[in-house]
């Protein structure tokens, strides 16, 4: 296990984060679904050797806890379970995170279709999503952190040392998350259904008065319609550590 953060034990790291200009590490990556953020940003954060923070997997969490207790529909009541969210994420050495959601591991269940619907549903909140803008600030790491999700570089570091922003063909994208769930939990779901699941949470995301995904500001563009995973890292690494200059020859 690589490392291990808390939502109670490290409060106000965040501040170290955003504001302190002596850890330049903060690189997000933002983009919707199925264009590879979670794939390259763990490869990126064991390059750079800082931790790895998926922001989808707070509201997945949070989705799966408020089905389990009845409060997905009532919009106070999960508000304030999202500010007190027993949430734990451990950096695994495969560079996957486990979710502990109260000491029960949920990573497996969390991916679930079931929840990526009530995980769409309450991120259109704006209370539950204030909650978990405080909470994925609190779990960074003051060493530097790969925070991947739909705002993260226009809200939960707005002041981060690197922003990307991805993006690729829907037709491709429907094909890498038919796969992802076909992998994962041997789903049969057609390509035409996968798409159409895809395009509907796009526009959620992409309509939300709060905290919509947009390209942040300063962002860099890469389309990952037809890259691998490795040449999109390769092309952040060179952004975030430029080559030294060329030498001039020896006479
Ligand atoms: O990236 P993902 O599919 O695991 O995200 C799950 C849901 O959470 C998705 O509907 C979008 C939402 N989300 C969000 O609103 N803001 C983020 N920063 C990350 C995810």
């Not at 199925?34 to 750079?48: D, E, I, P, Q, Y």
């Not at 997905?72 to 950096?91: E, T």
């Amino acid at each position: 296990m690589a490392s291990k953060t808390t939502r109670s034990s490290r409060p106000q790291r965040h501040h170290l984060i955003t504001q302190s200009p002596h850890y330049p590490l903060v690189i997000t990556i933002d983009g919707p679904g199925g264009v590879g953020k979670s794939t390259v940003a763990k490869l990126l954060a064991k390059r750079l050797g800082v931790m790895y923070l998926d922001t989808g997997a707070t509201y997945r969490a949070l989705a799966f806890a408020a089905l389990e207790r009845h409060l997905i529909s009532d919009v106070p009541r999960l508000s304030a379970f999202a500010r007190q969210l027993p949430l734990q994420l451990h950096g695994m050495a495969d560079g996957s995170l486990q979710v502990l959601l109260d000491g029960r591991d949920v990573s497996r269940e969390i991916r679930a279709e079931r929840i990526s619907e009530a995980a769409a549903q309450i991120s259109q909140y704006p209370k539950v999503r204030e909650a978990m803008v405080s909470l994925q600030r609190s779990l960074a790491n003051a060493h530097g952190v790969v925070v991947e999700g739909r705002d993260t570089g226009s809200v939960v570091f707005p002041k981060a040392t690197h922003k990307f922003f991805l993006d690729a063909d829907p037709a491709i994208r429907a094909q890498r998350r038919q796969r992802e769930l076909m992998k994962r939990y041997g789903s049969r779901s057609s390509l035409r259904l996968v798409q159409e699941q895809l395009q509907f949470r796009d526009e959620l995301d992409r309509s939300r008065r709060v905290g919509p995904l947009v390209k942040p500001k300063g962002a860099i563009a890469i389309d990952t319609s037809r890259v691998s995973a490795a040449q999109v890292v390769r092309s952040m690494l060179r952004r975030i550590r430029p080559a030294p200059p060329l030498r001039p020859p020896r006479p």
